[in-house]
């Protein structure tokens, strides 16, 4: 099967700082999600991106399909930012289930 | 706010019981997909159904069931149930049934077996 391959598995930011954020992947993809777990357990959709680059506020995402890694910016981290970031892929081999990687755990402090 | 509802939020049971996990999936969505968190597997896969038919399936035990109903809400029933099932369980939601699909994820169900 597909390996989902996260990398750092921990950060620990300074409020105000940036960072990245990378999964590599093993194989083609269909899909690409990127998802934040909050401390309360909740898995909030941050990107949907199979591939190209995307924006939403402070976050911001890039896939390379054909080098087959996707990479998640941080800006002027907030405390709120912490938690567990995943990335997780749909396999076209595999069907339609999403494969986790293990996770990048964030903590900001202030 | 994802659109998917899940129930209860939290549940304590005992070894041997037999408890039922409810979703209700965002509107519109035709599919759902159950996952399982535990500390030593990560997020793994379960189970999908696509319009009330079973679509593909993963580590799913067999003391573990599932549905969907016409109303496309969907149940997951774990039976004898052990120690190891403890885990958070979460109920995603896609349009369509395919791999191109955007999955939004359940608040989640955190299981404690004692």
């Known amino acids: 099967g597909i390996q989902v391959e996260q990398s750092p598995p921990d950060l620990i930011l300074q409020e105000g700082a940036n960072s990245t954020l990378r999964c590599n992947f093993s194989d083609s993809v269909n899909n690409l999600q990127w998802f934040h777990q909050n401390p309360w357990g909740q898995l909030i959709n941050l990107f949907y991106?199979?591939?190209g680059t995307k924006q939403n506020g402070r976050l911001s995402a890039t896939t390379v399909a054909t080098e087959r890694y996707s990479l998640l910016y941080i800006s002027s981290s907030q405390t709120t930012d912490s938690g567990v970031y995943f990335c997780?892929?749909?396999?076209?081999?595999?069907?339609?289930?999403?494969?986790f990687g293990g996770g990048t755990r964030v903590l900001v402090k202030p | 706010d994802s659109g998917v509802t899940q129930t209860p939020k939290h549940l304590i049971t005992a070894t041997g019981q037999r408890v039922t996990l409810r979703c209700s999936p965002r509107s519109g969505d035709l599919s759902v997909y159950w996952y399982q968190q535990s500390l030593d597997q990560g997020l793994q896969f379960l189970i999908q159904y696509y319009n009330g038919e079973e679509r593909a399936k993963g580590n799913i035990l067999e003391r573990f069931s599932a549905q969907q109903f016409p109303d496309l809400h969907s149940e997951l029933n774990l039976s004898s149930l052990e120690l190891g099932d403890s885990a958070l369980y979460f109920c995603a939601s896609s349009a369509g049934g395919g791999g191109y699909n955007e999955q939004f994820f359940g608040p989640g169900t955190r299981l404690t077996v004692l």
């Open positions: 991106i199979p591939s």
């Open positions: 997780a892929v749909v396999y076209f081999a595999a069907g339609n289930k999403l494969t």
